[in-house]
C-alpha cells in the first residue's frame, strides 16, 4: 500500500523529469561502483572517494592539466585536420564520378587498415615526433569522415543549386550558401563521432611514441600497477569531453537544426 | 515574323528575340538525337505578359532554360534589340516547385539571390511586404502553407529587379482560391515592376486571365503554331464574360489547338 502510494506520488513525478533521471543515473553508477570496490575489497578496483581524491590531489599539485592540455591540443588538430581533409575528398568523390573509382580503392585501403598498423608506420617513416603522432591520428579518421561526407554530396539537393544558377549567384556564395548548408547534417554526424574516435586513438599514439599527454600517463600508470590514477587521469579526459559535447557540440547542433524542430 | 515586327512600333532596347532553329537532344540509349524545337520564332516586346501554352513534353522547360541561360547549347539565337544576351541581365525564375532553401527564413531565402546591401535587403522587405507575408519575415519555410511559399518565390523572382521573368507552371497543384489569389499578387507586381514575364502553363483559362498574348506550342519538335492576343482591360476579373468568350471561340476554330494541332 504505502509503496503503491509512494510510487503515484513521489517516484512518479522524481521520474517525470529528465533531468533527475539524468542525476539518479548517475548516482546509480556511483553507488554500483562503490559496492564493488567494497566487495572485491583491492587496488585494482579503487572506490570513488579515493579517485576522487587522487584526481583533486593530481590536478591542484600534480602534472595532470600539462597532460590534459597536451593530449587536448592534440585532438583538437588532428580533428580539424581530418575533418577538413575528409571533408574534401568526400566532396570531390561524391561530385566526379572518375576520381571516386579512382580514387575509391585507396580509400578502402586506409578504412580497413588496423589503426596500430598506421601509428606504427607514421613513427617509423617520420620518427617519434609530433607530425608522426598527429598524422597518424588523422590519416585513421578521414576515410570515415570521407564516406559520411561523400553519401551527404550524393544527396544534394540540385534544383536548389539551379535556383543559384539561374540568378547567377557567384561561385563562392553557390557554395558557402547553397551547397555547404545541405551538408551540415552530415559534417555533424562526421564531427561527432570524429571526437571520440579520435581522443582514444590518440591516447593509442602517446603510449607508443609520445613523453607527455594522458595516454603517455596511462602507460607509466600501468607499469606502476597505479589504477587509482589511472581512473583519475581517464576520468579527467572524460570529463573534458562532456563539457566539450554540451557546451559546443550540442549549441552548434541546435543552431544548425532550428529550422528542422520548428 | 515581319508582321511582328511591324505592331511593335516603337523598338525599346530589351524586346525579345528568339529565332531557334533547333535544339537537340541526344538519346544515350538508342544513341539518336531527339528533336525538342525547331523553326521557332517569336518577339517579346519589353514589358509584354506572354503566356505559352503547349502540351506536356512540347520543350516549354526546354525554352525556359535556354532563356535563363542554364541550358547553352542551341542552334539558333536568343537576344535583345539592343543586341545583348537575356543571360547578360538580372533574370527572375519561378519554377513549379517554390524551391526555398529550409534553412533560411522567409527574408533570407528572397535577399540571398542579391549581393545583400542594405538597399536590396530594403528591396526584398518591400516585395515581402508586397506578398503580404509581412508577419512571416523571419518564418522558415516549413512553417509556411504551400500557398505562401509560392508567394516568397514571387517576391524572390523580382527582387534581383529582372529585365525578363520566367514563370514555369509556378502555381500547379494549388487550389483555385490560392492560385487565383496568386495569379493576381503576380499582375499587381508585373505592373510595378514593368517586367518582360513569360509564363508557361497548360491552363487556358490562366493563360487568358494573366497574358497580354498567349503563344501556342506544337508537339515536339516544338513551334508556335497560333498567336492570340488578348485585348481585355486591365484590371481584369477571373469570373468574366469576355474571357470565357475568348476560349469558347478559340475552342470552335481551333479545336485541338491545347493538344499542339492546328
Known amino acids: ?262 | 515574323m515581319e508582321n511582328n515586327l511591324n505592331k511593335s512600333i516603337i523598338k525599346k532596347p530589351h524586346d525579345l528575340f528568339i529565332d531557334i532553329i533547333s535544339k537537340r537532344y541526344e538519346d544515350k540509349n538508342q544513341n539518336t538525337y531527339n528533336n525538342a524545337i525547331k523553326d521557332m520564332q517569336f518577339i517579346v516586346p519589353q514589358g509584354e505578359f506572354c503566356c505559352l501554352v503547349g502540351p506536356s513534353g512540347c520543350g516549354k522547360t526546354t525554352l525556359l532554360n535556354m532563356l535563363s541561360g542554364l541550358d547553352k547549347k542551341l542552334e539558333g539565337i536568343i537576344k535583345y534589340q539592343d543586341g545583348t544576351f537575356p543571360n547578360e541581365w538580372p533574370i527572375g525564375y519561378m519554377f513549379q516547385e517554390p524551391r526555398l532553401m529550409p534553412w533560411l527564413t522567409v527574408k533570407q531565402n528572397v535577399s540571398i539571390v542579391t549581393n545583400q546591401t542594405s538597399e536590396e535587403l530594403s528591396h526584398s522587405e518591400d516585395l515581402i511586404n508586397e506578398m503580404d507575408l509581412t508577419k512571416y519575415m523571419n518564418a522558415f519555410p516549413s512553417q509556411l502553407s504551400g500557398g505562401m511559399q509560392r508567394r516568397v518565390a514571387i517576391a524572390r523572382a523580382f527582387v534581383n529587379k529582372p529585365k525578363i521573368l520566367l514563370l514555369d507552371e509556378p502555381f500547379i497543384s494549388l487550389d483555385m482560391t490560392v492560385a487565383n489569389l496568386l495569379r493576381k499578387m503576380l499582375i499587381k507586381l508585373w505592373e510595378n515592376q514593368k517586367t518582360t514575364i513569360i509564363f508557361v502553363t497548360h491552363d487556358l483559362r490562366e493563360a487568358i486571365f494573366l497574358g497580354d498574348r498567349i503563344l501556342f506550342l506544337s508537339k515536339g519538335p516544338s513551334k508556335v503554331i497560333h498567336d492570340l492576343r488578348i485585348d481585355i482591360d486591365r484590371p481584369r476579373e477571373i469570373e468574366d464574360d469576355q474571357m470565357e468568350k475568348i476560349r469558347t471561340n478559340l475552342m470552335k476554330t481551333h479545336p485541338e489547338i491545347l493538344s499542339g494541332k492546328i
Open chain 1, 1 to 262: 500500500m504505502l509503496y503503491k502510494f509512494l510510487k503515484k506520488t513521489v517516484i512518479n513525478s522524481f521520474m517525470n523529469n529528465a533531468i533527475n533521471v539524468r542525476i539518479f543515473s548517475f548516482l546509480l553508477l556511483l553507488l554500483i561502483w562503490e559496492i564493488a570496490a567494497l566487495l572485491i575489497n583491492s587496488d585494482v578496483m579503487p572506490s570513488p572517494k579515493t579517485v576522487l581524491i587522487i584526481f583533486y590531489d593530481e590536478m591542484i599539485y600534480g602534472e595532470m592539466l600539462y597532460h590534459l592540455g597536451v593530449t587536448l591540443w592534440r585532438v583538437i588538430l588532428a580533428f580539424t585536420i581530418a575533418m577538413l581533409v575528409g571533408t574534401g575528398l568526400g566532396i570531390a568523390m561524391g561530385s566526379k564520378k572518375n576520381l571516386n573509382i579512382m580514387l575509391d580503392g585507396w580509400h578502402i585501403l586506409l578504412l580497413n587498415t588496423p589503426a596500430l598498423v598506421i601509428i606504427i608506420l607514421c613513427y617509423v617513416w617520420f620518427g617519434l615526433n609530433e607530425i608522426a603522432a598527429i598524422t597518424a591520428v588523422a590519416l585513421n579518421k578521414i576515410p570515415n569522415v570521407l564516406v559520411t561526407i561523400r553519401e551527404g554530396t550524393r544527396a544534394i539537393d540540385r534544383k536548389i543549386l539551379e535556383v543559384a544558377d539561374v540568378f547567377k549567384v557567384s561561385y563562392k556564395k553557390k557554395f558557402f550558401n547553397f551547397f555547404l548548408p545541405q551538408l551540415y547534417p552530415f559534417i555533424m554526424a562526421a564531427a561527432r563521432g570524429g571526437i571520440s574516435l579520435i581522443w582514444k586513438i590518440v591516447l593509442v599514439v602517446e603510449l607508443l611514441g609520445r613523453s607527455n599527454g594522458i595516454g603517455y600517463k596511462l602507460n607509466e600508470f600501468f607499469n606502476l600497477f597505479d589504477i587509482a590514477s589511472l581512473f583519475a587521469y581517464t576520468l579527467s579526459f572524460v570529463t573534458i569531453m562532456i563539457i566539450v559535447e554540451y557546451s559546443i557540440v550540442s549549441p552548434i547542433e541546435r543552431r544548425l537544426n532550428k529550422w528542422r524542430t520548428t
